[in-house]
C-alpha cells in the first residue's frame, strides 16, 4: 500500500493549489480519507474529511477556502486550496482513514508555502 500527495509549491497569498493523493492498494471510494497538515513548531491537525458515503469536514480555519473532492475513477483524493494565507504554509500529507476500516496509512507529504 502506497499514498503520495502532489501538487504543493510556493504561491503568493490570495492564490490556489490543488493537491492530489493518488494511491495503490487502496480502493479510495470505499475509505475515509483525509488531508492533514504539520505546520512548523505545530502538531499534525485534520485539514479536511471525506468519508466513503460523501460526507466531508473541514477544520475552522479553512472552512469556505478548501475543498475535499474525490475521483474514483482515478483513485485520487484532491484537496482544492482557494484564498490561501500564509498560515496556510505547512506539510500536507493525505491519509487513509483506518477507525472503520483498519489500518489506516500515512503518504508522504507534499510541501505547501504561501508568500505575503
Known amino acids: 500500500v502506497q499514498l503520495q500527495a502532489s501538487g504543493g509549491g510556493l504561491v503568493q497569498a490570495g492564490g490556489s493549489l490543488r493537491l492530489s493523493c493518488t494511491g495503490s492498494?487502496?480502493?479510495?471510494?470505499?475509505?475515509?480519507m483525509g488531508w492533514y497538515r504539520r505546520a512548523p513548531g505545530k502538531q499534525r491537525e485534520l485539514v479536511a474529511g471525506?468519508?466513503?458515503?460523501?460526507?466531508?469536514k473541514y477544520a475552522d480555519s479553512v472552512k469556505g477556502r478548501f475543498t475535499i473532492s474525490r475521483d474514483s475513477a482515478r483513485n485520487t483524493v484532491y484537496l482544492q486550496m482557494n484564498r490561501l494565507k500564509p498560515e496556510d504554509t505547512a506539510v500536507y500529507y493525505c491519509?487513509?482513514?483506518?477507525?472503520?476500516?483498519?489500518?489506516?496509512?500515512w503518504g508522504k507529504g507534499t510541501q505547501v508555502t504561501v508568500s505575503s
Open positions: 491519509k487513509k482513514e483506518g477507525l472503520l476500516r483498519p489500518p489506516e496509512y
Open positions: 471525506l468519508t466513503s458515503g460523501g460526507r466531508t
Open positions: 492498494g487502496i480502493i479510495f471510494s470505499i475509505n475515509d
